[in-house]
């Protein structure tokens, strides 16, 4: 897909197929959203406890060799292969981190502990359990193949081989293998700034009454539990009502000291929606609709250099949309290489009613069943049932180019473990 800039395709559409923002298809609006999508530039050494869930700017390469050198893999005796002989004379031990220093000669052995260095002048272990001690001596009950039981220096990581890769997430398993090379620091991209706000009148905070016709405002909770998981510093802007002043207001000031803004309701065509107009005024705006359930009212464009995200209010929605196209997007502009949500195939156990033409998202759970992976969608799918989401373990995926589903069809999911 040729790079654009958003105010190309929103001023001239022609230069994408089948560009019409008031009907994007999901994997079209993620293509879409993606071109835009250039990490943070700025960068940090951060000691590597602290960069857990950063993404790696720089490759790190390897300083050593993994292991620094031949060890034993098992509790045993060190002998030298080519000796052939079986009754061996034991001259000392050697420890993890206390090496034998002496040289072994033939017809002799050390008795060795795993991880202890190989003695000079032996190059196989035989494990203790096939040696009898008698003594002084050993005898050899089954001689191994030569090179036995030893770990080779390099074995794991050469010293100048890439260990991560630029655009890696640090996880766990990274800050114990970048420990065991000794590295102490890595380079990674600065933290990305969120901020978020909700929209509507009928909105209350927690902690205050509700009065007639107002509703705690939910989805400032949820946007702040998902993003979270994220690694990003968060700005809570509050609940804003819907008056144009107040929400440019808020607007602007969030998109001047952020990378990215997210804001619930007010994307659709209702009276007091004012978001459009106010993106048209000051931001360039790609898409406003998706053929998706639920979801449907999506807003993207840029306020400034902000990535504006427009969700829409409906609770589920809120969070659907979220995990469809915001998640990955902040992950990619916080500099992580890009890679698909991952989908599965179970059966359905239920049927569901579905037009085509509309990607589809309901909530299921994944159960097992004789050592079957099965999921049963949830009775009520409507947007604004958040029970649904807390009750589901996985997102059911029907494509647009799907109808009507029979119980016992294979369907797509996206499981919650992992992704939320
Ligand atoms: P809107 O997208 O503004 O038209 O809102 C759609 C529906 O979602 C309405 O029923 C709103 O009351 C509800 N809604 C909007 N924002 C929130 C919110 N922050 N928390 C809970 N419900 C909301
Ligand atoms: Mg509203």
Not at 36 to 41: A, R, S
Not at 342 to 352: D, G, L, M, N, W
Request: aromatic share 8%; net charge negative; proline share 5%.
């Amino acid at each position: 897909m040729p790079k654009a800039t958003l105010n190309q395709l929103a001023t001239n559409p022609s230069c994408m197929d089948d560009y019409d923002p008031n009907a994007m298809s999901v994997q079209q609006a993620r293509a879409f959203i993606q071109q835009f999508l250039t990490p943070v530039i700025e960068t940090e050494a951060l000691p590597i406890r602290e960069s857990l869930g950063r993404m790696l700017a720089k490759d790190v390469v390897s300083p050593n060799n993994v292991p620094n050198y031949n060890n034993s893999a098992m509790d045993g005796f060190a002998f030298k292969h080519s000796d052939g002989i079986k009754m061996i004379k034991i001259i000392g031990t050697a420890f993890a981190g206390r090496p034998f220093d002496g040289e072994v000669k033939a017809s002799e052995c050390v008795k060795i502990m795993t991880g202890a260095v190989i003695p000079k002048g032996t190059d196989t272990i035989v494990m203790q359990e096939k040696a009898v001690n008698k003594g002084e001596y050993i005898n050899i009950l089954e001689v191994p193949a030569a090179g036995s039981n030893v770990r080779f220096a390099g074995e794991d990581l050469k010293s100048g081989d890439t260990v991560l890769s630029k655009g890696h997430q640090m996880q766990a398993a990274d800050l114990g293998l970048l420990a065991s090379l000794g590295v102490a620091d890595v380079t990674v991209h600065r933290q990305l700034k969120v901020a978020f706000f909700s929209t509507g009148d009928e909105l209350v905070s927690v902690g205050k009454p509700l009065e007639q016709g107002q509703i705690y405002d939910s989805n400032r909770y949820t946007i702040y539990g998902m993003l979270s998981q994220l690694n990003v510093s968060i700005t809570d802007l509050g609940v804003v009502p819907d008056q144009p002043e107040l929400l440019e207001a808020a607007l602007l000031k969030a998109a001047g000291e952020h990378d990215v803004v997210l804001t619930s309701g007010g994307v659709s065509v209702g009276e007091a929606d004012y978001m459009k107009s106010l993106l048209s005024k000051h931001g360039e705006v790609l898409f406003w609709k998706i053929n998706m359930k639920p979801g449907r009212p999506l807003a993207y464009g840029k306020v400034g250099n902000a990535h504006y995200f427009g969700l829409p209010g409906n609770p589920v929605s809120t969070m659907v949309t979220f995990y469809q196209f915001v998640q990955q997007a902040v992950l990619a502009l916080m500099g992580n290489t890009v890679k698909p949500i991952p989908v599965f195939k179970v059966e359905c156990t239920a049927s569901i009613k579905k037009a085509k033409g509309r990607t589809e998202f309901q909530r299921g759970i994944l159960f097992e069943e004789s050592g079957v992976w099965k999921v049963k969608p949830l009775a009520n799918q409507g947007s604004g049932i958040l029970s649904s989401m807390s009750l589901a373990n996985c997102f059911i995926v029907l494509d647009e180019f799907v109808g009507h589903c029979e119980a016992g069809t294979t369907v797509n999911i996206q499981i919650f473990e992992g992704l939320i």
